[in-house]
């Protein structure tokens, strides 16, 4: 069952400002396996009402914090995060999603605690929560120790602000063995640390990878490439890495070395090798175009985004596309912003679907 209260926009400041929340967790704990206080913020007195609640929570399995500690002075996020983590100790908890929290390098020893006692976590969101080098260093030591490290599928370290690779979080990384999803969009990563971390995922079974605003080197291309042609990705986002005309080149080059499935006779569907590729915003002219029209003609992508290059025809790049019923995407998309509550609801619906 979940009990929600995503939303809302409240902040709960003492014991009679979550009197009826704790009545409603009180009547059947038990049957509680979602919880998901998306934008709700509690301060330490009222959380700790809440939190004696979770504790009697035996089968809960899916945990969304997403922003609750907005507003918070330093020593109560810190005060809130301890006794979070300690609610959920010994809990068989599969997604964990604390984004939008401004956790910062300060990750408490409850949580760390926590993070390596989980042996069911599949999904972590720690997104936007502003973690630099060090709390990406302190992760990595947590995957490394990490109980969940034969079923995490999904992580999420978007916007944290490392601007270095953190090199124990890659280390922490290559021990994650069923890593499928991996978010580190908007980190703004330097080339060459960035470039050195794409080795650690040659032998993972990534399908979604998204290394969007960060920044490769040749050998950083040349990497993706060689990734491209071994793995079975659905979705390849590396737009606006400063690849250039070389890097794309590159890019190219090992992808192409990708062997083309036959495919078994009677067949009537295309091979799509690859649902979306995203390489807007870096920087390439006409002769990589040229290039992609075999490239997409070979692999069969089914979204190609070139946005933001600098180009002057792309006729036949798009009919190449079309004879297989892909999609070309040359100019700035209308961002749609998605309601939050849709986005909660998916990421429940997929726990709730394993």
């Known amino acids: 069952m979940l009990y929600s209260i995503r939303n809302e926009e409240k902040k709960y400041s003492d014991k009679s400002d979550v009197a009826e929340i704790v009545k409603d967790l009180s009547l059947n704990p038990h049957r509680i396996t979602e919880l998901d206080f998306t934008s709700n913020v509690f301060k330490p007195v009222a959380l700790a009402e809440i939190c004696k609640c979770i504790e009697k929570m035996d089968n809960l399995t899916t945990v969304i914090f997403d922003e609750i500690f907005t507003t918070l002075v330093k020593e109560d996020m810190l005060k809130c995060f301890k006794m979070i983590s300690k609610a959920l100790m010994g809990k068989k908890i599969e997604h964990l999603d604390l984004s939008n929290n401004a ?29 630099g080098l060090l709390g990406g260093d302190k992760l990595g030591e ?4 990490f109980k969940s490290k034969h079923c995490l599928e999904y992580v999420d370290l978007a916007q944290n602000r490392f601007f270095k690779f953190p090199q124990v979080l890659s280390q922490g990384i290559k021990a994650l063995d069923n890593i499928k999803t991996l978010h580190l969009e908007f ?27 960060n920044f490769l080197n040749m050998e950083g291309c040349k990497t993706l490439g060689r990734l491209f042609s071994s793995l079975d990705f659905k979705e390849l986002l590396i ?5 250039h005309d070389e890097g ?3 890019f190219l080059k090992h992808a192409s070395t990708r062997r083309i499935s036959l495919g078994l006779p009677g067949d009537i569907e295309a091979c799509e090798y690859c649902s979306v590729l995203d390489l807007s915003y870096n920087d390439f002219e006409q002769d990589c175009v040229e290039l992609l029209v075999d490239f ?13 290059n600098f180009f002057d025809e792309i006729d036949s790049l798009k009919v190449a596309m079309e004879k297989y019923g892909g999609l070309l995407v040359t100019e700035d998309e209308a961002i749609e912003v998605p309601n939050k509550s849709d986005i909660d609801d998916s990421l429940v619906g997929m726990v709730s679907n394993l």
Request: with cysteine.
């Open 239 to 243: 737009g606006d890495c400063l690849m």
């Open 296 to 308: 997409c003609g070979k692999y069969q992508i089914g979204k190609l985004l070139i946005n933001g």
């Open 142 to 145: 947590c995957f490394l120790n």
């Open 187 to 213: 980190n703004t990563i330097e080339k060459d640390t960035m470039s050195d971390f794409l080795g650690v995922l040659a032998d993972k079974p990534i399908e979604i990878l998204d290394i969007r605003d």
């Open 103 to 131: 956790l910062s390098a300060e990750l408490p020893q409850e949580f760390i605690d926590l993070l390596m006692s989980l042996d069911t976590l599949k999904y972590f969101n720690i997104r936007n929560c502003g973690l």
């Open 248 to 250: 794309v080149k590159m």
